[in-house]
């Protein structure tokens, strides 16, 4: 059982330069999210989703774009990365709202 | 605004101290209260959480504290050892519908503590 795995782990980009993260669980999760941390900011909220199909913002969602075309994927979009985005982003999912979330390992973006 | 407020930034023990973690939420209609763990180079796990109608729960040697008068709630780690080193972020959620506020999870900035040997 993988629970939330996100691809890539480590990426490099060049300002300007787009790219996808992609989130995939096994879990038949309802909601997913995508935070970044950052040192001393804690855990941001980018966007969520509360089923397939559907998307919502959250906290920091300028500069970044989601999809949930199947219930076990939530994927995010970066359509022209700035160094500013540079960051650690977390997947994230659960099954009921009451529920435990379960984190992905991360994945690090460096934006030169 | 931050709505949740976690102290302290970073905190430092011996083993077998208590490091006790505090944090401070404004929303009224947070009921909902996890503390997640974070080690190095990994994602956060969920370790303990609260709801409102009891004032501290205890799993092994994590303990939560809750005060709803002062929303306030606290973890107290007993008999810290070396591998409780990591990030502790407490969090809350208002589970009932507020607006779509149900659905997320607000995080404190979260607490490096480190245990010396």
């Known amino acids: 059982n993988a629970g939330v795995t996100q691809t890539p782990k480590f990426r490099v980009l060049k300002t300007g330069q787009s790219m996808t993260l992609l989130c995939a669980q096994d879990m038949n999760h309802e909601y997913m999210y995508w935070y970044r941390q950052d040192p001393g900011m804690g855990l941001r909220l980018i966007h969520y989703s509360v089923g397939e199909g559907t998307t919502a913002k959250g906290e920091v969602p300028d500069g970044y774009n989601v999809s949930r075309l199947k219930k076990q994927n939530f994927l995010l979009g970066l359509e022209s990365a700035a160094p500013s985005q540079t960051s650690v982003y977390f997947c994230?999912?659960?099954?009921?709202?009451?529920?435990?979330?379960?984190f992905g390992e991360g994945s690090r973006l460096t934006v030169l | 605004q931050q709505q949740v407020k976690q102290s302290p930034q970073s905190l430092i023990v011996q083993k077998g101290g208590i490091p006790i973690i505090n944090c401070a939420y404004e929303n009224t209609a947070f009921d909902y209260f996890p503390w997640y763990q974070q080690f190095p180079g990994k994602g956060p796990a969920l370790l303990i959480a609260?709801?409102?109608?009891?004032s501290e729960k205890k799993e092994g040697r994590f303990t939560i504290s809750f005060n709803k008068s002062a929303k306030q709630f606290s973890l107290h780690i007993m008999d810290s050892q070396p591998g409780d080193s990591a990030t502790y972020f407490c969090a809350a959620r208002a589970e009932k519908n507020s607006g779509g506020s149900n659905y997320k999870l607000t995080f404190g900035k979260g607490t490096l503590l480190t245990v010396n040997p």
């Open positions: 994230a999912s659960c099954y009921t709202l009451s529920g435990e979330l379960f």
């Open positions: 609260i709801r409102p109608d009891v």
